[in-house]
């Protein structure tokens, strides 16, 4: 596949260095899930999930348009070394990982009695509730994510709205468990997938959305569960669903005025649905996606705004790449400012100390001179800081950090729905987000899970009925 990826590059018009640097990191990526462990590793499964939102998925796409894949960047090649180095980078931070841990597991070793997983499953979709209902009452949204930074510890309640995928991969193993490895749908997974969807829907965020089904994949793979054909075809369909229905109304949706209260947003949200279904309505509406789409006029890397198409690829590094060498780069001075948002400003504001503006937010004003909270990622924010000689030593300590929190806390192997739910809640980040947001993930958000699954645990010891940490399928 990597070969003919490469070939029909060269016969589309591709440079001969950028179709070698793609060809290159395509052949690579097993020995980057090699070298981190696996597939069922959070090392490889980041990887995938970067380089398919930045790199796999574009290449494929460019070649089914029938388009050069160094077509509408400004720094093509420089762009696809840059993500070579990348790949350097997770293979040289998957191998210290499996040094310093080696088989080991998490902080705990985690319970696989049906019975356990049942009531995580419950306390998860009740804090979920709780957050959606206490931020609801408080005026408080995702689109202000401002208001959670203020030293008020708010930030806590945003983040127990991410523990819904926590009860899918619950679900999900708890039924892989019962029986033996066989089956890993029933009623309780769809009920848990479902309400995944719908909080999507309701915080107008579609990492949400997705959240449950990453959750329900990654478990599924971690006990056993093999990937075939009929699994595919569904999630094809389902992806040309999401493209043309699911995610254009997610869009929409952005425009609707969330102070018509519940009933009124939900009127809203079905009548541009239906439009979405009508040629004359869907008329209408793509015409204001487009407009939408066209304001991301360094992003349209496919030619002209395809929608969804649009967020996988390698633009945003491509942009960063473009303005760093026209004007160089920022300088290191507020790289090590970004893991203060690793500790809460609550405390920070008690030591009179002030963090610097997100990394994102640095590159968005200099570059767009706008602040829409575009997404850049973590490899675009260091090579910003640093350019390219230092961006293999610099990204090799955030990753190493940032890996070595994620496998203290989450754990690493077989059998582990823990780390599903922790993947599930951060797949994105490190392609689309910044250090400041990294670091919260670590050292708040993660923790903050740990605590959950151990007072779970805790509560069924007290009422007599300790979780068993069996085997999956014993």
């Known amino acids: 596949m990597s070969v003919l990826t490469c070939l029909l590059q060269l016969v589309l018009g591709t440079s001969p ?52 894949a160094d077509s509408h960047l400004q720094a093509p090649v420089e762009t696809a070394f840059v993500l070579f180095m990348g790949v ?20 705990i070793t985690l319970p696989q009695d049906p019975r356990f997983l049942s009531w995580l499953a419950s306390v998860a979709v009740i804090l979920t509730l709780f957050s959606i209902v206490a931020r609801h009452l408080a005026g408080l949204s995702r689109a202000g994510a401002a208001d959670y930074e203020e030293g008020r510890g708010l930030v806590l309640l945003l983040y127990l709205a991410n523990l819904l995928p926590l009860a899918v991969a619950a679900m999900t193993a708890r039924r892989a468990i019962l029986s033996g490895g066989r089956s890993f749908v029933d009623p309780w997974v769809v009920t848990m997938l479902g309400f995944t969807v719908l909080q999507g829907f309701w915080e107008n965020v579609r990492l949400i959305m997705l959240s449950g089904g ?20 569904p999630v094809a ?72 198409l649009d967020r ?4 945003p590094l491509d942009e960063v790449i473009a303005y760093v060498q026209d004007m160089g780069n920022f300088g290191g001075e507020t790289f090590l400012g970004q893991f203060l948002y690793a500790i809460p400003n609550v405390l920070l504001q008690l030591l009179g100390i002030e963090r610097p503006a997100r990394g994102g937010e640095i590159l968005e004003t200099s570059i767009l001179h706008s602040f829409t909270n575009m997404n850049y990622g973590v490899f675009a924010e260091t090579y910003a800081y640093f350019g390219g000689f230092f961006f293999i030593p610099i990204n090799l300590i955030v990753l190493f950090l940032y890996l070595s929190g994620l496998r203290l806390i989450y754990g690493g192997g077989r059998n582990n729905y823990f780390l599903a739910f922790g993947f599930s809640t951060l797949y994105f980040t490190f392609c689309n987000s910044d250090i400041a947001d990294i670091g919260p993930q670590v050292t708040i958000q993660a923790v903050m899970n740990l605590l959950i699954l151990i007072a779970v645990i805790l509560a069924m010891g007290l009422m007599g009925r300790r979780p068993l940490r069996t085997e999956a399928g014993t």
């Open 17 to 68: 260095v950028f179709a070698f640097l793609s060809l290159t990191i395509f052949l690579l990526t097993p020995v980057v899930i090699r070298m981190n462990g696996g597939i069922g590793s959070m090392g490889s499964l980041l990887f995938v999930a970067s380089y398919g939102k930045l790199f796999f998925i574009a290449q494929w796409l460019k070649i089914l348009l029938g388009q050069s």
């Open 312 to 315: 996988f690829s390698p633009s």
């Open 214 to 233: 990453i959750a329900f994949v990654t478990t599924f793979l971690a006990y056993g569960g093999v990937i075939r054909l009929k699994h595919v075809l």
């Open 88 to 107: 350097l980078v997770f293979m040289a931070a998957g191998l210290a990982i499996r040094a310093l841990f080696g088989r080991s597991s998490g902080l």
């Open 237 to 308: 369909a389902l992806a040309v669903a999401m493209q043309f229905v699911i995610f254009p109304l997610i869009d929409l949706q952005r425009g609707i005025e969330r102070g018509l209260g519940i009933g009124g947003f939900l009127q809203e949200t079905f009548s541009i649905a239906s439009d979405l279904f009508s040629s004359s309505g869907r008329s209408l509406q793509e015409e204001q996606l487009n407009n939408m789409y066209y304001s991301w006029d360094t992003r349209l890397y496919y030619g002209e705004p395809l929608g969804f």
